[in-house]
């Protein structure tokens, strides 16, 4: 089953405006919480994370914000930009191996 | 610094044929050791991890079978490839922070 829920499939955003991916998880015991933008035919690349203990993270024009009694997580990206047009992927971290369980994505177009 | 290289970066297989994609890992020791697929338009669905040389958990049934004869070397295998086999592999390691690192991924058809 999908451990992780992500909305919305895909995103279309003005330059200069704000994108809002949605994600939520049921396992209470996954412990860290990534964001990876992926260009295609790249590999996914490490954006920010957060652990459940914190409720908000910001790098830059990136934020996490953190609902840990729902059990739900958000990538907001301010001041969108064109070169911000990626997919985005939310994550999980879990069990015996610290595996990682990652949401269906969403594709951002940010348009000029 | 820590790097992850995945090869080949595409490969074009005939059904029946099989299958081997290679990972290694430099400057970290014990990493956890990841295998995702990543079917078109669709997200990540991990393969196997691992935690330790010759510690292999697999995730889902399926036609592939993972390996990790050194350290820092992570083995995706088959011996039967399947139509359904074609998609983006990819290969991680995990960090003592807990973070996941990516490696480049491998486009496999299958023919």
């Known amino acids: 089953q999908q451990q992780v829920k992500q909305s919305p499939q895909s995103l279309i955003v003005q330059k200069g405006g704000i994108s809002i991916i949605n994600c939520a998880y049921e396992?209470?015991?996954?412990?860290?919480f990534p964001w990876y933008q992926q260009f295609p035919g790249k590999g996914p690349a490490l954006l920010i994370a957060?652990?459940?203990?914190?409720s908000e993270k910001k790098e830059g024009r990136f934020t996490i914000s953190f609902n840990k009694s729902a059990k739900q997580f958000s990538l907001h990206i301010m001041d969108s930009q064109p070169g911000d047009s990626a997919t985005y992927f939310c994550?999980?971290?879990?069990?015996?191996?610290?595996?990682?369980?990652f949401g269906t994505g969403t594709s951002l177009t940010v348009i000029p | 610094s820590q790097t992850i290289h995945q090869w080949p970066a595409t490969l074009v297989q005939p059904v029946g044929s099989p299958l081997s994609l290679e990972c290694t890992v430099e400057g970290t020791s014990n990493p956890n050791l990841y295998w995702y697929r990543q079917a078109a338009g669709r997200g990540l669905q991990l393969l196997f991890y691992s935690v330790g040389i010759g510690q292999i958990s697999s995730e889902v049934p399926q036609n592939l079978s993972a390996s990790r004869p050194q350290d820092r070397q992570f083995i995706l295998s088959s011996k039967k490839l399947l139509l359904s086999d074609s998609g983006f592999y990819l290969c991680?390691?995990?960090?003592?922070?807990?973070?996941?690192?990516f490696g480049q991924g491998t486009r496999l058809t299958v023919v």
């Open positions: 991680a390691y995990g960090t003592g922070a807990g973070k996941a690192f």
């Open positions: 396992n209470t015991a996954f412990d860290y």
């Open positions: 957060i652990r459940p203990d914190v």
């Open positions: 994550a999980a971290r879990g069990g015996t191996g610290n595996q990682f369980y």
